[in-house]
Protein backbone atom coordinates (compact mmCIF):
# COMPACT_ATOMS: atom_id res chain seq x y z
CA UNK A 1 0.00 0.00 0.00
CA UNK A 2 1.33 3.38 -1.11
CA UNK A 3 0.54 7.22 0.28
CA UNK A 4 -2.73 8.43 -1.28
CA UNK A 5 -1.59 10.27 -4.33
CA UNK A 6 -2.69 13.65 -4.39
CA UNK A 7 -1.72 16.36 -7.24
CA UNK A 8 -1.38 19.04 -5.36
CA UNK A 9 2.67 18.55 -3.71
CA UNK A 10 1.74 21.13 -1.40
CA UNK A 11 -1.76 19.55 -0.39
CA UNK A 12 0.23 15.70 -0.06
CA UNK A 13 3.11 17.95 2.35
CA UNK A 14 -0.09 19.19 4.40
CA UNK A 15 -1.15 16.01 4.87
CA UNK A 16 1.83 14.11 5.90
CA UNK A 17 1.87 17.17 8.49
CA UNK A 18 -1.43 15.85 9.95
CA UNK A 19 -0.83 11.85 9.93
CA UNK A 20 2.64 12.68 11.42
CA UNK A 21 0.83 15.27 14.52
CA UNK A 22 -1.67 11.96 15.29
CA UNK A 23 1.47 10.02 15.54
CA UNK A 24 3.00 12.01 17.64
CA UNK A 25 0.26 12.65 19.67
CA UNK A 26 -0.51 8.78 19.70
CA UNK A 27 3.34 8.43 21.07
CA UNK A 28 2.69 10.87 24.18
CA UNK A 29 -0.67 8.98 25.41
CA UNK A 30 0.29 8.15 28.75
CA UNK A 31 -3.45 6.27 28.72
CA UNK A 32 -4.02 3.92 25.99
CA UNK A 33 -6.73 1.79 27.53
CA UNK A 34 -8.85 4.73 27.50
CA UNK A 35 -9.98 4.34 23.82
CA UNK A 36 -10.93 0.97 24.16
CA UNK A 37 -13.72 0.60 26.87
CA UNK A 38 -15.41 -2.03 24.35
CA UNK A 39 -13.10 -4.05 24.36
CA UNK A 40 -11.51 -5.06 27.76
CA UNK A 41 -13.95 -8.08 29.06
CA UNK A 42 -13.48 -10.87 27.11
CA UNK A 43 -15.19 -14.51 28.02
CA UNK A 44 -13.66 -17.83 26.71
CA UNK A 45 -13.99 -21.34 27.87
CA UNK A 46 -11.48 -23.47 29.86
CA UNK A 47 -11.71 -27.24 31.02
CA UNK A 48 -15.62 -26.67 30.74
CA UNK A 49 -15.79 -23.60 32.87
CA UNK A 50 -16.54 -19.67 31.42
CA UNK A 51 -13.77 -17.71 32.24
CA UNK A 52 -12.86 -14.04 31.99
CA UNK A 53 -9.93 -12.37 30.96
CA UNK A 54 -8.94 -7.92 31.03
CA UNK A 55 -7.23 -5.64 28.96
CA UNK A 56 -5.05 -3.17 29.47
CA UNK A 57 -2.63 -1.21 27.25
CA UNK A 58 0.54 0.58 29.04
CA UNK A 59 3.55 2.06 27.72
CA UNK A 60 6.91 0.27 28.62
CA UNK A 61 7.59 2.86 31.30
CA UNK A 62 4.56 2.32 33.36
CA UNK A 63 5.17 -1.28 33.55
CA UNK A 64 7.17 -3.01 36.53
CA UNK A 65 10.25 -5.48 35.74
CA UNK A 66 8.40 -8.11 37.01
CA UNK A 67 6.20 -7.98 34.19
CA UNK A 68 8.89 -7.88 31.81
CA UNK A 69 10.64 -10.63 32.92
CA UNK A 70 7.57 -12.31 32.66
CA UNK A 71 7.13 -11.08 28.96
CA UNK A 72 11.03 -11.65 27.84
CA UNK A 73 10.45 -15.58 29.72
CA UNK A 74 7.40 -16.17 27.39
CA UNK A 75 8.88 -14.85 24.44
CA UNK A 76 11.69 -17.21 24.83
CA UNK A 77 9.35 -20.08 25.83
CA UNK A 78 7.19 -19.37 22.01
CA UNK A 79 9.66 -18.80 20.08
CA UNK A 80 13.33 -20.14 21.29
CA UNK A 81 12.43 -23.82 19.88
CA UNK A 82 11.06 -22.49 16.63
CA UNK A 83 13.02 -20.46 16.07
CA UNK A 84 16.10 -23.14 16.06
CA UNK A 85 13.80 -25.41 14.37
CA UNK A 86 14.04 -22.70 11.41
CA UNK A 87 17.64 -22.12 11.37
CA UNK A 88 17.71 -19.14 13.06
CA UNK A 89 20.19 -18.33 16.05
CA UNK A 90 18.25 -17.55 19.24
CA UNK A 91 19.57 -13.85 20.12
CA UNK A 92 18.66 -13.64 23.69
CA UNK A 93 20.48 -9.89 24.02
CA UNK A 94 18.77 -8.39 21.05
CA UNK A 95 15.54 -9.87 22.61
CA UNK A 96 15.46 -8.74 25.73
CA UNK A 97 16.68 -5.39 24.51
CA UNK A 98 13.93 -4.60 22.30
CA UNK A 99 11.16 -5.76 24.57
CA UNK A 100 12.54 -3.01 26.69
CA UNK A 101 12.71 0.22 24.07
CA UNK A 102 11.44 3.08 25.56
CA UNK A 103 8.96 3.63 22.71
CA UNK A 104 7.20 -0.18 23.27
CA UNK A 105 3.41 -0.47 24.05
CA UNK A 106 1.85 -3.27 25.56
CA UNK A 107 -1.82 -4.56 24.83
CA UNK A 108 -2.17 -7.07 27.60
CA UNK A 109 -4.27 -9.79 29.01
CA UNK A 110 -4.51 -10.68 32.46
CA UNK A 111 -6.45 -12.20 34.72
CA UNK A 112 -9.06 -9.89 36.72
CA UNK A 113 -8.88 -11.80 39.51
CA UNK A 114 -5.49 -11.87 40.55
CA UNK A 115 -3.39 -9.49 38.26
CA UNK A 116 -1.65 -12.16 36.32
CA UNK A 117 -0.91 -11.75 32.50
CA UNK A 118 -1.40 -14.25 30.19
CA UNK A 119 -0.76 -13.00 26.98
CA UNK A 120 0.38 -9.62 25.21
CA UNK A 121 1.18 -7.32 22.17
CA UNK A 122 4.14 -5.27 21.57
CA UNK A 123 4.03 -2.78 19.34
CA UNK A 124 4.54 0.81 18.27
CA UNK A 125 2.78 4.14 16.81
CA UNK A 126 4.95 4.61 13.92
CA UNK A 127 4.58 6.82 10.68
CA UNK A 128 6.30 4.94 7.13
CA UNK A 129 5.61 5.26 3.58
CA UNK A 130 3.86 8.10 4.15
CA UNK A 131 1.23 6.04 6.46
CA UNK A 132 0.42 6.13 9.98
CA UNK A 133 1.27 2.83 11.39
CA UNK A 134 1.26 0.23 14.11
CA UNK A 135 4.11 -1.47 13.53
CA UNK A 136 3.43 -4.82 15.67
CA UNK A 137 6.90 -6.77 17.55
CA UNK A 138 5.32 -9.58 19.49
CA UNK A 139 2.54 -11.72 20.26
CA UNK A 140 2.18 -14.21 23.02
CA UNK A 141 0.05 -16.14 24.76
CA UNK A 142 0.94 -18.91 27.65
CA UNK A 143 0.51 -21.75 25.89
CA UNK A 144 -2.14 -23.51 28.62
CA UNK A 145 -4.55 -20.65 27.33
CA UNK A 146 -4.16 -21.06 23.58
CA UNK A 147 -6.68 -21.36 20.62
CA UNK A 148 -9.14 -20.01 22.78
CA UNK A 149 -9.73 -16.86 20.73
CA UNK A 150 -7.48 -14.24 23.09
CA UNK A 151 -4.81 -14.42 20.04
CA UNK A 152 -7.56 -12.98 18.16
CA UNK A 153 -9.57 -10.94 20.93
CA UNK A 154 -6.08 -8.88 21.26
CA UNK A 155 -5.24 -8.25 17.53
CA UNK A 156 -9.00 -7.08 16.81
CA UNK A 157 -8.54 -4.83 20.16
CA UNK A 158 -5.19 -3.65 18.88
CA UNK A 159 -6.92 -2.85 15.40
CA UNK A 160 -9.59 -1.00 17.31
CA UNK A 161 -6.89 0.93 19.17
CA UNK A 162 -5.41 1.43 15.97
CA UNK A 163 -7.82 3.43 14.12
CA UNK A 164 -9.24 5.57 17.25
CA UNK A 165 -5.69 7.38 17.63
CA UNK A 166 -5.95 7.91 13.69
CA UNK A 167 -3.52 5.16 12.70
CA UNK A 168 -4.29 3.66 9.01
CA UNK A 169 -2.31 0.52 8.63
CA UNK A 170 -0.94 -2.34 10.90
CA UNK A 171 2.20 -3.58 10.00
CA UNK A 172 4.24 -7.03 11.06
CA UNK A 173 7.34 -9.01 9.82
CA UNK A 174 6.50 -12.85 9.80
CA UNK A 175 9.50 -15.54 9.69
CA UNK A 176 8.67 -16.95 5.90
CA UNK A 177 8.82 -20.44 7.81
CA UNK A 178 6.37 -19.48 10.74
CA UNK A 179 2.95 -20.87 8.40
CA UNK A 180 0.91 -21.15 11.26
CA UNK A 181 1.11 -17.25 12.30
CA UNK A 182 1.15 -16.43 8.70
CA UNK A 183 -2.26 -18.47 8.38
CA UNK A 184 -3.51 -16.62 11.46
CA UNK A 185 -2.69 -12.68 10.22
CA UNK A 186 -4.38 -13.50 7.18
CA UNK A 187 -7.47 -14.84 8.68
CA UNK A 188 -7.79 -11.93 10.25
CA UNK A 189 -7.23 -9.28 6.79
CA UNK A 190 -3.67 -8.88 6.84
CA UNK A 191 -1.61 -9.69 3.11
CA UNK A 192 1.79 -9.43 2.08
CA UNK A 193 3.61 -6.01 1.01
CA UNK A 194 5.82 -6.90 -1.51
CA UNK A 195 7.89 -3.83 -1.47
CA UNK A 196 8.84 -3.61 1.77
CA UNK A 197 9.39 -7.69 2.27
CA UNK A 198 11.72 -7.28 -0.44
CA UNK A 199 13.85 -6.00 2.29
CA UNK A 200 13.79 -8.59 4.53
CA UNK A 201 14.97 -11.87 3.24
CA UNK A 202 13.93 -14.32 5.92
CA UNK A 203 10.22 -12.27 6.81
CA UNK A 204 7.48 -11.28 4.78
CA UNK A 205 6.05 -8.10 5.46
CA UNK A 206 1.81 -7.98 6.13
CA UNK A 207 -0.08 -5.28 6.36
CA UNK A 208 -3.99 -4.46 7.11
CA UNK A 209 -5.68 -1.29 6.79
CA UNK A 210 -7.66 0.29 9.46
CA UNK A 211 -10.89 1.88 9.04
CA UNK A 212 -9.72 4.79 8.92
CA UNK A 213 -7.92 3.79 5.49
CA UNK A 214 -10.66 2.62 4.27
CA UNK A 215 -12.44 5.96 5.16
CA UNK A 216 -9.73 7.72 3.53
CA UNK A 217 -9.83 5.79 0.34
CA UNK A 218 -13.18 5.73 -0.03
CA UNK A 219 -13.46 9.95 0.26
CA UNK A 220 -10.47 10.41 -2.36
Known amino acids: MRPIEMANPIALKNYHKVLKRYTTLAIKHRNPTIVIPDCLAYRFKQNGTWKQLALICLRREDLLNVFMEWAYDLAERNLKQKYLAYGFRWQKHTTYVNLFMYWARYLIAYDPTNYIPFGYVMFRFDFVLGHTIVNIYDLHVEEQYQRKG???HLMITLEVLARRFGM???MVAVAKKDVDLKRFLLRLGYRADSKE????PECEVLIAPTKCYKI???GS
Open 150 to 152: IGT
Open 168 to 170: QLL
Open 197 to 200: SAKY
Open 216 to 218: INQ
